[in-house]
């Protein structure tokens, strides 16, 4: 079984790149007192698309701060048909840094016919 080390890494040094490109206007996005997974559900879940939009920025913020949000999964995921280019974009790098970071679960017992 390959170690999630080097997956680990190599999604760590994506994020990187896309925190380097983020300007300090948006560095509140890395607030970890403002960062709450209810209310990011919350967005994720809105009609807004700039509530999603800002959801799926502190996601990626948190990530690459190194914090755990597999929680967040299903509701990112939920938003890959945007039609906000913006937004499907963020979506696909989370989808990207989770798959490279998280192994994928174990697969179920097969029942016999």
Request: glycine residues 2%; positive net charge.
């Amino acid at each position: 079984m390959k170690s999630a080390v080097p997956y680990f890494e190599k999604a760590a040094a994506g994020l990187r790149d896309v925190v380097s490109m983020v300007s300090t206007s948006e560095s509140h996005f890395f607030d970890e007192e403002k960062f709450s997974i209810t209310d990011i559900k919350k967005n994720l879940n809105d009609l807004s698309v700039e509530r999603k939009l800002d959801a799926m920025k502190r996601i990626l913020a948190a990530v690459s701060s190194g914090r755990d949000v597999g929680v967040l999964f299903p509701d990112v995921v939920k938003n890959i048909s945007a039609t906000n280019l913006e937004l499907k974009r963020l979506v696909y790098i989370y989808i990207v840094a989770y798959a490279n970071i998280s192994p994928p679960p174990p697969a179920p017992p097969r029942r016999a016919p």
